[in-house]
């Protein structure tokens, strides 16, 4: 890091020596898992610089900004419309955390059978060692499964300016109403934080600047459907991951700048594994900095992720919100059709996820899927089963991954992913 951030990570409250442990850890791991990588695109040094400051200068920008007024809200989901928190002027920052860090703590609160994801919030609150959540001025947590619903009844006692967003269960009219109904609560919720008045113009703004972040990524990932790949599913993970996170505009310019020379890339068949390598696409569970275990195995044992349907992949940014409204009510309508089209497995029934699991493996020109699950995560679990007995039937090969965010079963994937590769290649 380029400044001495200590003096403002002491002002946000962070336990600068549990703080420094866990940046050692990444910081090990981000050079570990993407600087050995060969043939990456230029254009990856901009995410090992926003990597590389991910605690520092984004975390200065977010209170240089607060200082000036504006509001930085967190949240766990892709429910959360960021065309909302634009609309009021304000920051949206993703906090899932994808470390094992001070479960220990979490444990106190929550069963032993909980999902790393859920657990790893709680530790790094209860850690002190989030800066993204101590810059938050509010934090929205979402009823989608049973494990983040429970867990926000009791997060609430350690973190007061949570805010709770209903989510529906079955994709039906009514429960389109209810999620419109939700996201109207919110934006009134939001207005009232932030003391600005959410406009038609400054709506269809924020609505903007989301699609085009969208529609960058889209291009990049689009571009993966080439043989030989040009990016790695890492890469492109952390492309994902940055969504999340960075200014949206600057993140734009720099993935649009990713996605030509991406497609220099393809018109000279350049690739960063042979032509031919077995073609790998995830489904399942999001995957938040720093969980890059499972992609780091596949892509180290000879394969390439092409594609991935997870909420840091396409659930996150393919949809697009449609742009054509003219009143705040109109959009926000467009904006629910937009997002009720998520396919999460909290839905029930569920049948477009698989179907457009089908899709995308036809679209990427992959060999094989990768169910990805972390335990304890009924939704996506129950689902795989599915999944799996579909893709059967096609005679799509597919391996199930279950597993946390320890580092204990690392061996033992790569034995399965190994041999999954080799059926691939028959
Ligand atoms: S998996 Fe479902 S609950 Fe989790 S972030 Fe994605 S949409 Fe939200
Ligand atoms: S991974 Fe599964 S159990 Fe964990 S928060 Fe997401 S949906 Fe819930």
Redesign the pocket.
């Given at each position: 890091m380029a400044e001495d951030y200590r003096p403002m990570w002491t002002e946000q409250g962070l336990d600068l020596e549990t703080h420094d442990a866990l940046l050692e850890t990444v910081g090990e791991m981000y050079g570990k898992t993407f600087m050995s990588q060969k043939n990456r695109p230029d254009g990856m040094a901009y995410f090992d610089f926003v990597m590389s400051e991910v605690h520092g200068l984004r975390i200065k920008e977010l209170m240089d900004a607060k200082k000036q007024g504006r509001k930085v809200i967190g949240s766990?989901?892709?429910?959360v419309p960021e065309e909302l928190v634009l609309s009021v002027d304000g920051i949206s920052v993703g906090l899932?955390a994808g470390a094992e860090f001070a479960f220990d703590q979490a444990e106190k609160y929550l069963p032993r059978t909980t999902c790393s994801?859920i657990k790893a919030a709680f530790g790094f609150k209860l850690a002190r060692v989030c800066p993204y959540v101590e810059a938050s001025n509010m934090i929205v947590g979402?009823n989608?499964?049973d494990g983040?619903k429970k867990a926000y009844e009791i997060m609430k006692g350690i973190i007061p300016s949570l805010y709770i967003l209903d989510l529906p269960q079955m994709k039906s009219e009514e429960g389109k109403d209810l999620l419109r109904m939700e996201y109207v609560v919110f934006a009134k919720k939001l207005e009232q934080m932030s003391g600005k008045k959410i406009t038609a113009e400054s709506l269809r703004k924020g609505i903007e600047i989301v699609n085009a972040k969208r529609m960058a990524v889209n291009r990049v990932m689009a571009l993966r459907s080439a043989d030989p790949a040009p990016i790695s599913g890492l890469d492109a993970l952390l492309i994902n991951q940055v969504f999340f996170y960075d200014d949206p505009v600057r993140f734009t310019e720099s993935v649009n700048k990713i996605a030509d020379e991406l497609e220099e890339r393809v018109k000279k068949k350049q690739g960063v594994v042979p032509d031919g390598a077995p073609r790998v696409f995830l489904s399942g569970?999001?995957m938040a900095v720093p969980n890059w275990k499972v992609p780091g195995i596949i892509e180290t044992s000879g394969a390439i992720i092409v594609g991935e349907e997870?909420?840091t992949g396409e659930?996150?940014h393919q949809l697009l919100t449609d742009e054509s409204g003219k009143t705040v009510d109109d959009m926000i309508n467009r904006i629910t059709d937009r997002y009720f089209d998520?396919h999460?497995?909290?839905f029930t029934p569920n049948p477009r996820r698989l179907e457009r699991i089908r899709e995308m493996f036809g679209q990427y020109g992959a060999h094989g899927v990768i169910d990805y699950t972390l335990q304890y995560c009924q939704?996506?679990q129950i689902e795989g089963g599915a999944i799996a007995d579909d893709l059967k039937k096609e005679g799509t090969p597919m391996l199930r991954i279950d597993t946390d965010y320890s580092a204990g079963d690392t061996e033992q994937i790569r034995t399965r992913v190994q041999a999954f590769i080799e059926q691939m290649k028959k």
């Open positions: 766990f989901c892709v429910y899932c994801l979402e989608t499964c983040k569970c999001p997870l909420c659930r996150g998520i999460c497995a909290v939704p996506y």
